[in-house]
């Protein structure tokens, strides 16, 4: 590892399936000392028409720039240009903090990446096709762009591996599962994690003590339930593709939906596969996978839209209900992520009819805590706390590799 300046700085890469989002932190904000940012950034439309690059710092008019970024390779690169030209200077970079979706049984805290934790990593890729391969593919572009530069892997199922065997385990052959690695995994670890630490914090509740309920809203959905501190359920399964209604996935379904896919269609399992994690959600409901582009339909009278919306939010309502029979005496229930933070009306409709469950719901208080930068309490102070709370998977990064290599 580099030695540290007193301008040393963390940099965090949180790549998606066509997006590449990043931030630079100090090292000192890494540590938790100070908060605050020096660059934040996000490629849109990797592999697509019409990619975006926007680069922010922080009082600065941000350096946007629309160009073809043919795959995840070619973004680090953009993104290290944009470093270069726009700062702060990568030469004061002394760790990488990448977000990894799956770390499967061996990979639970975060850990520094070395050639044999690449191929191990690598070899992980079965348990998250659709997400590990990219995740990767910037680790192996960040290794060749700062050889020097200590690189540290952060896991999203890493935060979930304290569920209890009932939570986890599927009713199928045990020899079966144990052998193929089948089991409820959980995923958005990062974010659930963050958010439970601040929500605590908020609360005046110790972290180790908190007892939450958080829905992470945005164009993946999943809930978590929290006792101790500590992830006991959560809606996602073995894949992301499980639990609640999403933007382009489907969610629950009955399985056999699957094989009856293939024999009515002619379609093949990865076909299927496909269809029902980019072709399904909201998207499959109503041709639209943007909840904001969806309300705007059903509010003009578009039928589709409006059964989309009922789906989603009915979904969401039910594991909060389910989510509360195993959270004894619930701190909060949160709402987090883009939807979470952003949309009262999602949350009107998830929590508004639980009041004989105890959520009671501030009307003018929800409606006001659109995008709020701090935590926010949005129930009328009679019954189960309801917050709305910021998440920052970057920072959780940072912070959690910083506890790694900082000392």
Not at 385 to 396: A, H, K, S, Y
Request: charge should be negative; proline fraction near 6%; aromatic fraction near 4%.
């Amino acid at each position: 590892m580099r030695p540290l300046q007193p301008g040393s700085t963390v940099l965090v890469v949180n790549s998606g399936s066509s997006s590449l989002k990043y931030k630079v932190l100090t090292a000192r904000a890494a540590a938790g000392e100070e908060s605050g940012w020096l660059a934040a950034g996000l490629i849109e439309r990797i592999a697509g028409s019409g990619s975006r690059l926007t680069h922010r710092r922080p009082e600065s008019t941000p350096y946007v720039v629309d160009f073809l970024v043919a795959d995840h390779t070619a973004a680090v690169a953009a993104m290290k240009a944009a470093l270069d030209h726009h700062g702060p200077d990568p030469a004061d970079i002394v760790a990488v903090g990448h977000r990894i979706v799956h770390g499967g049984d061996r990979f639970t805290e975060p850990t520094v990446v070395d050639d044999a934790v690449q191929t191990a990593l690598e070899e992980l890729t079965p348990l998250a096709p659709l997400h590990n391969p990219v995740n990767l593919g910037c680790l192996r572009a960040m290794r060749a762009e700062l050889p020097d530069v200590t690189q540290v892997a952060a896991f999203d199922t890493a935060f979930h591996t304290t569920l209890p065997p009932h939570a986890r385990t599927y009713a199928i052959p045990r020899e079966l599962a144990e052998r193929l690695g089948i089991r409820r995994w959980g995923f958005h670890g990062l974010s659930h994690s963050y958010v439970a630490r601040r929500t605590a914090q908020a609360l005046g509740v110790l972290p180790q003590e908190a007892r939450l309920i958080i829905c992470h809203i945005g164009n993946g959905v999943s809930v978590t339930a929290i006792a101790e501190g500590c992830s006991i359920d959560t809606s996602m399964g073995m894949t992301p593709l499980a639990g609640l209604v999403m933007g382009t996935r489907s969610g629950d379904i009955d399985p056999a939906v699957v094989s009856y896919l293939i024999r009515a269609t002619g379609r093949s399992a990865d076909e299927v596969e496909a269809l029902l994690n980019h072709d399904s959600g909201l998207h499959g409901l109503c041709g639209e996978s943007d909840v904001r582009s969806v309300r705007r339909r059903a509010e003009s009278g578009d039928a589709a839209a409006r059964l989309a919306l009922g789906v989603y939010t009915y979904q969401l309502r039910k594991y909060i209900g389910a989510y509360l029979a195993v959270v004894p005496q619930p701190h909060a229930v949160v709402f987090t992520g883009g939807v979470g933070e952003n949309d009262p009306q999602t949350r009107a409709a998830a929590v508004g009819p639980l009041r004989h469950l105890g959520l009671r719901l501030d009307p003018g208080a929800n409606t006001a805590a659109a995008g709020p930068a701090e935590p926010v309490r949005i129930d009328d102070g009679l019954g189960i706390p309801l917050l709305v709370v910021p998440t920052d998977e970057e920072l959780e990064i940072a912070r959690q590799i910083w506890r790694l290599i900082g000392s």
